[in-house]
C-alpha cells in the first residue's frame, strides 16, 4: 500500500523537508537519503562559507583574473544572468557584497544602516559585470570587490535537482521543500493531486486559500517571517539591489511555475519591483503565475490564476 515518507532535515542552513510516496519504508529511506547527500553536494558547491568552494575563488579573484568552474555553477550564473536581464536587474547575484554587511535583521537591530555607505557598496552590484566564457569555462568578475552569492536562487535549484534525482531514482511522486520553497510531481498517496495553503500574512498557522499544485514549483517571499522595526516602521529582509534597503509595503509573493530554481528566483524581484510592473512582467512569461499581498491586505493575482 502506498504511504508518504517524510523526513525533515536541517540543510543549506533552512529546514527542508523531503516526502517520498512508496509502499516500502526502507526504500523510502534509502530515495530520501539520496536526496539529502545530493543537497549536501549542492550547498557545498555554492557555500561563501568555506574558503575553498568555487563560489568563494570566484569572489576572491575579482577583478584578479577569471576563474574556472565546474560547467554546474557555469549552468546556474548563466541562468542567473538571464533572470537578470528579465527582471532588469531586481535579482542581481552579484548582491553578495551587500547583504550580511548592513542588514542582519537580528532583534537587536535598532537602527538603518548608512545611507552612503550602501551607496559606495551599491557601485559592486551589477550583473552586467559578470563575465562568462564558455570556451574557457570561466567566470570573471570584473571588479575588486565585487561577490556572488547563490541566496536568491540556491535553495530553489537544490530543490530542483533532489527532485530529478528521485525522479530517476523511480520515485513517482513526491514533495521538496526546501523552507517554503518547494516543489512537487505526482500525487499523494490517496491519488489526490497534491495542495499547498497560501499563507496569510497576518496568520501564518492559517492559509487563506489552497491551490492543487501537481508537477508544479511554489515559493513565497514574505515579511512576516524576517524583518525589524526600526522607529515604528516595518522592514522586509528582501532588500531591493538597487537602492540597497529593503523592501517596504509588500506582506508576502507567491510565485509559482514547474520549476524551482526559477520560482525561488522570480520570489524575490517580483515583491521589489512594484505591483503593476510584476504582473506585466509575469503575465508576459509563459507557466508563471503569482500572487501579491500588500501591507493593506489586498490581494492582486496574475492573469491566469483562479483562487479558490
Known amino acids: 500500500m502506498l504511504k508518504e515518507f517524510k523526513r525533515p532535515q536541517k540543510l543549506m542552513g533552512n529546514a527542508f523537508e523531503i516526502t517520498v510516496v512508496n509502499d ?54 548563466e541562468r542567473s544572468l538571464r533572470i537578470s536581464r528579465i527582471t532588469d536587474g531586481y535579482f542581481d547575484i552579484s548582491y553578495g557584497g551587500i547583504d550580511k554587511s548592513f542588514w542582519n535583521f537580528d532583534r537587536e537591530m535598532t537602527v538603518l544602516p548608512n545611507p552612503e555607505q550602501i551607496r559606495d557598496h551599491l557601485k559592486l552590484v551589477n550583473y ?13 568578475l570584473t571588479d575588486k570587490g ?15 535537482m533532489a527532485k530529478r534525482l528521485l525522479q530517476e531514482r523511480g520515485v513517482h511522486s513526491g514533495i521538496v521543500n526546501a523552507s517554503g520553497d518547494l516543489t512537487t510531481w505526482g500525487n499523494q498517496s490517496d491519488e489526490k493531486p497534491w495542495t ?42 528582501t532588500i531591493n539591489p538597487k537602492t540597497g534597503m529593503p523592501v517596504s509595503g509588500i506582506k508576502s509573493v507567491t510565485v509559482f511555475c514547474p520549476n524551482a530554481e526559477i520560482a525561488d528566483a522570480m520570489a524575490t524581484p517580483v515583491s521589489i519591483m512594484g505591483i503593476g ?27 491566469n490564476i483562479n483562487l479558490k
Open 146 to 160: 565585487m561577490r556572488i552569492g547563490f541566496g536568491g536562487i540556491g535553495k530553489g535549484y537544490a530543490a530542483e
Open 196 to 237: 499547498v495553503g497560501i499563507a496569510d500574512p497576518d496568520n501564518a498557522g492559517q492559509p487563506f486559500s489552497y491551490m492543487n499544485i501537481t508537477d508544479m514549483a511554489v515559493a513565497t517571499s514574505g515579511n512576516y517571517e524576517k524583518f525589524v522595526i526600526i522607529d515604528g516602521k516595518k522592514y522586509s529582509h
Open 277 to 303: 510592473t510584476a504582473l506585466d512582467m509575469v503575465n508576459q512569461i509563459n507557466h508563471l503565475e503569482c500572487i501579491i499581498i500588500d501591507d493593506q491586505d489586498k490581494i492582486y493575482s496574475s492573469q
Open 128 to 140: 552586467q559585470n559578470i563575465i562568462l566564457n564558455r570556451d574557457r569555462q570561466t567566470v570573471f
Open 24 to 77: 516500502d519504508e526502507n526504500a523510502a529511506n534509502d530515495h530520501i537519503d539520496a536526496a539529502i547527500d545530493e543537497i549536501r553536494r549542492i550547498e557545498k558547491l555554492l557555500t561563501t562559507y568555506n574558503e575553498e568552494s568555487q563560489t568563494n575563488l570566484i569572489n576572491r579573484y575579482a577583478g584578479i583574473r577569471p576563474v574556472k568552474v565546474d560547467w554546474e555553477i557555469f549552468g546556474l550564473i
